[in-house]
Antibody, heavy 119, light 108 residues
Framework: QVQLQESGPGLVKPSETLSLTCTVS????????WSWVRQPPGKGLEWIAY???????NYNPSLGSRVTISVDVSRSQFSLRLTSVTAADTAVYFC?????????????WGQGTLVTVSS | EIVLTQSPGSLSLSPGERGTLSCRAS???????LAWYQQRPGQAPRLLIY???SRATGIPDRFSGSGSGTDFTLTISRLEPEDFAVYYC?????????FGQGTKVEIK
């Protein structure tokens, strides 16, 4: 069974960079798409980005050039960087696998980690 | 981007009742690439239905999905206590993938 676990700071100051890592266990990180999704407190879900190891990436245009997703196959980890954060970036951040069900959708998820943007 | 609109925003039902949730897309979804997720408080979303009508592994048969094109429905035939949660639809026909705003199913 695939398991995903997010890690990173729970508090980030405005204008700084949010950095999170997702560690994958139970299956190879190669051969799948991996993604980040976020959820502001009390609100809905927003897809952020995905990566197919090692060079194929896709980003939500709503976040512009602030987002970077990367992967370290040797560590079975993928990461998210979000620059110039504001209070609007406060959310629970989930990492997820994109599994194939004809098309690709989120089939395995981490438990999520709350990141608060505040000074 | 494809906008998904879910209705109603909330639904008050009793255990054993039938729940019907709707998801409408702003344009037709190729291959009916529409999924449904259940999210309980403090948990990650859980995949219920994909391809509009196929149940994911381990999902009870009281959950069923239907629809095509732009109009989709999730039906819970007999609500169990653990089914009271928020339900989201997701379109994966086009990028960016987008979610509906959610329907909260509450105990009446």
């Amino acid at each position: 069974q695939v398991q995903l676990q997010e890690s990173g700071p729970g508090l980030v100051k405005p204008s700084e960079t949010l950095s999170l890592t997702c560690t994958v266990s139970g299956d190879s990180i190669s051969g799948y798409y991996w993604s980040w999704v976020r959820q502001p407190p009390g609100k809905g879900l927003e897809w952020i980005a995905y990566i197919y190891p090692i060079a194929t990436t896709n980003y939500n245009p709503s976040l512009g050039s602030r987002v970077t997703i990367s992967v370290d196959v040797s560590r079975s980890q993928f990461s998210l960087r979000l620059t110039s954060v504001t209070a609007a970036d406060t959310a629970v951040y989930f990492c997820a696998r994109l599994g194939r069900r004809d098309g690709y959708l989120f089939d395995y998820w981490g438990q999520g980690t709350l990141v608060t943007v505040s000074s | 981007e494809i906008v998904l609109t879910q209705s109603p925003g909330s639904l008050s039902l009793s255990p054993g009742e039938r729940g019907t949730l709707s998801c409408r897309a702003s344009q037709s979804l190729n291959n009916n690439y529409l999924a449904w997720y259940q999210q309980r408080p403090g948990q990650a979303p859980r995949l219920l239905i994909y391809g509009a009508s196929s149940r994911a592994t381990g999902i009870p048969d009281r959950f069923s999905g239907s629809g095509s094109g732009t109009d989709f429905t999730l039906t819970i035939s007999r609500l169990e206590p653990e089914d009271f949660a928020v339900y989201y639809c997701l379109q994966y026909a086009a990028s960016p993938r987008t979610f509906g705003q959610g329907t909260k199913v509450e105990i009446k």
